[in-house]
């Protein structure tokens, strides 16, 4: 790998420091004004994902202004979160009600479960039994769960009163979707035309891993999640459409689904020891749901959708959402990713392709850092 053979200099010192003061300067400027910035941000997320809708109905519609476009979109938007809420607001609360009618009768029965021991089956029986699902969501076990002031009930109270606040989002999703193209235009020639050919590559880079990673993978991610949500439901598993949903949120990540076949083996197993169902079977069911949906996911929407290219490693990803959360909060989380892009592709181009080094050294360090960075392809079908 190609670094740079100039001398430190007292001049190249001060400008480094200089440069980390100022990024250290950008982060808490950021995060001492992320309750005015998150819901601008939150809004340029939204109009990312939905420039590509408004571009196709232009098109469609022969439109030569994306105003009509722009408010057809959100009409649309709104009216499927509206219809999807309808759709799956009761399916939810009626699986709440049937999973506490298993903890009651689990909490009574003494079924034992094949090829499970009794040291599992005990504890997770008196687990299942301390829970009460009625008094979660009584108003007076609400009321002491805000008095008691836990972060994230805070948080949410916090967020219901700042309601005028994030109208603002709403609006500043109109404005920016109308004029995307002129402002994306217009960043680009904000950059010095010294720096436009490095500047321009980055972005480049970065536009890719966006377009794979907040477009492809989200819209692979919730073709998951209804894939899933069918399949725990004809497999009548408690909290299917719970599971399914969650299965969909984490698929956002690569491979961090398959963390949810921890709660679902904890439900198969709880529906068992009420002894209407056999645990191995329905558990064998809801694998087979994995394995099927993961078949559609991988071989024929990923190579649809995505194509041959794929995005960072998800290990990357954990890691920046981890870094860039823990340092400006919700705010860092949606930055996350098209910040490491950025990252990464200043480091390509002024180390890895850096400095004096031969083309086959260069090759070498660059097929070593797509190792590292690049998410693995996925199997072909033989």
Known sequence: MAISSRPYTFDRVVRILAGVALLAGAIWLVNSLR????????????????????????????LKGRVIATLLTLIGVTAIVVLLGHIFVPSVVKEIHQIEEILHTTSDSDVAVPFVPDNIIEPVRKWASSIDLGDLLDNSHFQSLLNQGTSFVAATVEFLLHTLEWLLTFVYVIFILIDYPSLMTNFRMLVPKKYRRVVYRVEDDMKNSMNLYFRGQILIAACAAVFYCIGFSIVGIPLAIVLGLLVGILYIIPYFQYVTLIPVTL????????????????????????????????????????????????????????????????????????????????????????????????????????QVTEAPKPPLKS
């Open 35 to 62: 309750n005015v910035l998150l819901p601008f941000c939150v809004a340029c997320l939204i109009a990312y994902l939905l420039e590509p809708v408004v571009e196709l109905l232009q098109k469609l519609l022969h």
């Open 267 to 370: 439900v198969c197993l709880i529906d068992s020891m009420s002894g209407s169902v056999h645990f191995w079977s329905e558990l064998g069911q809801c694998l087979l749901v994995y394995v099927v949906s993961q078949c559609i996911c991988d071989y024929i929407l990923t190579p649809k959708i995505m194509g041959k290219t794929m995005g960072l490693n998800p290990a990357i990803i954990l890691l920046a959402l981890s870094v860039w959360g823990s340092l400006l909060g919700l705010i860092g989380m949606i930055i996350a990713l098209p910040m490491t892009t950025i990252l990464l592709a200043y480091y390509k181009e002024y180390i890895i392709d850096g400095g004096d080094s031969s083309p086959s050294d260069k090759q070498q360090a660059q097929d070593a850092f797509r």
